[in-house]
């Protein structure tokens, strides 16, 4: 009886719909830096957590950092869960650092009307480099590529031509010569041409997709990421730098505003948050520090604009220096002369104020009164009476004035003033 039981129990659950595949999808758009490792390792924890059946990787990027990008490929090797690669949208790229993401994936995929390749490592590190570096760093990266691509199967000869030769492909070029597995027109036709596919793993696994008819969930960035995702490009990351010290300086300037205090260390705050995750240089750093205390000295000495126009290049050529990466992570020369000259302006004029005001008489209480010109309206033998400012005061004169003689004050002590006669200055 147990036996029949048993037999109905297991024909029900065979007649029981499969529980359907899920895919998690994570896009990269914009430059490769350490948020974008971040949000990679999360999506890929994540994906192992739901027991997901595939991890897909949206590219659209044209590059970024070569320590972010060997973390990346590091976590997507040694991923639990297969993952595809997949550049889209049609227009989109998978460029320099790109190139390696795209071929770490178990599949490679490209949307048609896509590129890949230029992965020099000139691109990826930024900046200039000597014969003998450029050699280390071209035969370091064309042995990270080649190693990567032969374990995929796919063409190590070629994929090492995009490091040492910067070529770049089509879709049907990068099909044609091996680079990529499959070209699909959109994210539907992909899951249908990767069910039932078997992929290797890279530790030597074999593993048959199953993902038709598969749920696809969009990674869901944590705040953190979410906000410095937002404002990692170094251009916005400068803006909000330069806005929040103004607003900053503004404050301090003249306090009890309170606002201009509050949104500025806001401000400060997200563009250094920003800046964090990018290699700084410290040369930039020091042109910029140098430009605001020459700000400072054009506003104290008259040096007829040279000061502040030494500021304003030391500014510019701070921002352009400030990080040491790909052009794609570095500050534009627009972004870096349309913050300088309002900045600059604005600044030198705070500070003009500040200065004037601390250098101008003091029109207001007691040491308002000292030096002002007063009238004996008594004899002051040595005490009397002096008109100052349309009001009468109790005033000593160390020596004898006549009435209706001038007098200027020397001192103020309480509600009496200390008188000298004029004519003894």
């Known amino acids: 009886m147990s036996a029949r039981l048993a037999s109905l129990v297991f024909a029900l659950l065979a007649c029981l719909p499969a529980q359907a595949a899920r895919v998690l999808a994570v896009s990269v758009d914009g430059v490769v830096h350490p948020v974008t490792f971040e949000i990679i390792s999360h999506a890929i924890d994540q994906a192992r957590q739901q027991e997901a059946s595939l991890l897909l990787i949206r590219l659209n990027t044209p590059g970024g950092l070569m320590e972010a990008t060997r973390q990346i490929v590091e976590r997507l090797v040694a991923s639990p869960v297969p993952v595809v690669t997949y550049v889209a949208p049609s227009g989109g790229r998978a460029a320099s650092a790109g190139f390696f993401l795209l071929e770490a994936g178990d599949i490679a995929a490209m949307a048609p009307g896509t590129n890949t390749g230029a992965a020099s490592p ?8 000597d014969a003998v570096m450029r050699r280390k760093v071209e035969n370091d990266a064309a042995a990270s590529i080649r190693s990567l691509v032969s374990k995929r199967g796919r063409n190590a000869e070629l994929a090492e031509k995009t490091v040492l030769e910067a070529r770049s492909f089509t879709d049907g070029e990068a099909l044609t010569h091996r680079l990529i597995d499959l070209v699909a027109r959109d994210q539907d036709d992909l899951l249908r041409q990767l069910d039932g596919r078997e992929v290797t793993r890279f530790d030597g696994r074999k593993q048959t997709l199953r993902v038709a008819g598969a749920s696809v969930a969009e990674y869901r960035p944590t705040m953190r990421e979410s906000i410095i995702s937002a404002v990692s490009d170094p251009n916005i990351a400068f803006i909000l730098l330069v806005v929040g010290a103004l607003g ?76 040491e990466g790909p052009p794609e992570l570095r500050i534009r020369f627009s972004t870096a002369i349309a913050v300088t000259l309002p900045f600059a302006a604005i600044t030198i004029f705070l500070l003009s104020l500040v200065v004037r005001a601390r250098a101008g008489k003091v029109l207001t209480g007691a040491a308002g009164m000292l030096g002002e010109i007063g009238v004996a309206r008594t004899p002051l033998d040595p005490a009397g009476k002096v008109f100052v400012r349309g009001e009468y005061w109790d005033a000593e004169s160390p020596c004898p004035v006549a009435e209706g003689a001038a007098v200027r004050i020397v001192a103020v002590e309480g509600m009496k003033l200390r008188v000298k006669p004029i004519q003894q200055e």
């Open 122 to 129: 000139v691109l990826l590190i930024g900046g200039q480099m």
């Open 248 to 323: 900053l300086y503004v404050e301090f300037s003249h306090p009890g505003l309170i606002a201009p205090g509050v949104a500025g260390a806001i401000l400060l705050l997200l563009g250094l948050s920003a800046l964090s995750v990018l290699p700084i240089s410290i040369a930039g750093v020091a042109l910029l520090v140098l430009a605001l205390v020459l700000f400072a000295l054009e506003a104290k000495f008259a040096s007829h604009g040279i000061l502040g126009g030494g500021g304003a290049v030391a500014m510019v050529l701070g921002a352009l220096l400030l990080v």
